[in-house]
């Protein structure tokens, strides 16, 4: 596949190549100073997924998971960025997965990689996909300014099906972080989104705090949170947004939930934090 192509349909998806005005962008999000996406929008297509709320091109964004923006010129203007903005922290990414099947074949991911780390920048990687393990070589000879997550929202394969539609199954994700920590980079698991009723119970909770203790990662959680993009979601689980951010049951829900998940990770000897402040 040619990066100069305009517009191309492979499977259900439709691939936009665009060109972009900057590569890194600054973070919101705590520790990270930049960000960077190569990607607009994300294949993996979960139900639950705000980010498309943060998207401000509208086809992307209304079209989530079918449609996916690639920035064929990100890795050039990557390269002149590093040389002018101070080094600091990037998280790659923070809106899409990074590892995006078509990174199989446009490597801007990889080439990303290498920029930053050969101009001495940190890179904080969250994916859902083994296709990290692809860039395994590059990674190892940087450990020292890099760190990979997972998101794993349960061990069990049939768990999330239908709402994680199109990601790599969770006994992948644990067997590719399994690999990334034994090759000596440092790991954490994204356990979140915690949903009412789906991902919430012991059982669920005890299996991804495992999968954190048997690859020396810290744990990260993070709360099912309501954006109007995933209004339907919500309608899906009988879930009222409103009762949902502000009600009583969902507050004490989320202490007990809290509670639980905190006592396992301290049996466990596993350190556990929430991914956001609020
Ligand atoms: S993998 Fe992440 S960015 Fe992609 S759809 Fe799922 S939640 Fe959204």
Redesign the pocket.
Known sequence: MTLSVGRVRKGWVEYVFIHASTALSKSGLPDLDYALNPYIG?????S?????SYCRFEEPRTR??DVIYVKKNVVDLLRAEVRRVRPGSVGL?T???PYQPIEALTKLTRASLEVLLRAGFKVVI???SPLVLRDLDILTQHSDLVEVGF?ITSVDNSALRGI?VR?PPPTARVRALARVSESGIKTWVFFGPIIPGLNDNSSTIEGVVEVARETNSTLYYDWLRYKEEISNFFKTLGLSPEKYVRGRDFTSWRRSVEERLQKICRERNVTCIPAFSS
């Open positions: 994300c294949y993996h297509k979960c639950y997924c705000y980010a498309r989530w998971g990414s809106t899409t997965d969250q994916t859902k998101t994680e990601a």
